[in-house]
């Protein structure tokens, strides 16, 4: 029978002993989203009263936590949980044991590894480790890099919704670092595309002249991930078409990095 409530979705659980556990368990729901959402949304998701949830996105609104954007009557997270979320992967308890497979990655290939992840419009590092070759790229945990013009940000573009993409890049300048930087949108979608499909992506001084990056993601049991794995080199050591050859040992890498963040996640 039409409206029964077998016919119904089930609601998203806001759930909580306080008031604070509640507004956290709204968080949990609010950073699933890939895109804007509104008051409305959220009442048909959650079940919750109307009334009840505006009070609740005021209160995250002003803390900073969450931001209006677009007509108003849209949200999406604000910077100050932005900033949250990418302290936390800076200073996870889990950063020693991925160090440890950083550590065996560089000393395998003999070439500088990083692990990244997106934050914002923006590559955050957030470890690296420098080969002991006396010719080397110079940066450090911390450090940022451009989306569009990075091996990592290529493949966390990649695995976006067409929607979120466009988003994300229609607040993005595409500058121009060097001469073989794409600039061009359908240019880099069908780069995008190529990456989707190969698994892996390249950095072919892109962004700094003379310095050549391959990566992967580190797979997660969702298929979406913010964690990268890339090996950087000097082009007169590591060419394009060699860089292929790291492929193997940066995906044992990616598989044990996986099997540590699975570790840090209760059952």
Excluded at 215 to 221: D, G, I, R, S, W
Aim: aromatic share 4%.
């Amino acid at each position: 029978m039409k409206g029964s409530q077998t016919d119904q979705p089930h609601a998203v659980q806001v759930n909580g002993d306080t008031p604070t556990l509640r507004l956290f368990s709204l968080l949990e729901v609010i950073a699933q989203r890939d895109e804007f959402f509104s008051l409305q949304g959220l009442v048909e998701e959650t079940g919750l009263p109307k009334p009840t949830l505006h009070r609740m996105l005021q209160q995250l609104e002003a803390a900073g936590i969450i931001q209006r954007d677009g007509d108003e009557r849209h949200y999406s997270t604000g910077g100050r949980l932005r900033r949250l979320a990418e302290q936390l992967l800076l200073n996870n308890t889990t950063h020693s044991a991925r160090r440890t497979v950083l550590r065996q990655l560089v000393d395998d290939v003999g070439e500088s590894g990083n692990i990244t992840a997106l934050s914002g419009g923006e590559i955050v590092y957030l470890d690296r480790i420098e080969t002991a070759a006396p010719l080397r790229f110079y940066l450090k945990s911390g450090s940022r890099v451009p989306v569009h013009c990075s091996a990592s940000g290529k493949l966390f573009l990649s695995e976006m919704s067409t929607s979120q993409r466009k988003r994300l890049l229609a607040h993005a300048t595409l500058t121009q670092y060097t001469d073989k930087t794409i600039t061009d949108i359908e240019a880099l979608e069908a780069e995008l595309d190529n990456v989707r499909h190969a698994g892996y992506a390249i950095d072919n001084e892109e962004f700094l002249p003379g310095l050549l990056c391959v990566a992967v993601l580190v797979p997660t049991p969702s298929g979406r991930s913010n964690l990268c794995l890339a090996i950087q080199a000097p082009i007169m050591r590591l060419k394009p078409e060699s860089a292929l050859h790291f492929l193997p040992a940066l995906q044992r890498a990616a598989r044990a990095l996986a099997a540590i963040e699975a570790e840090s996640w209760p059952a």
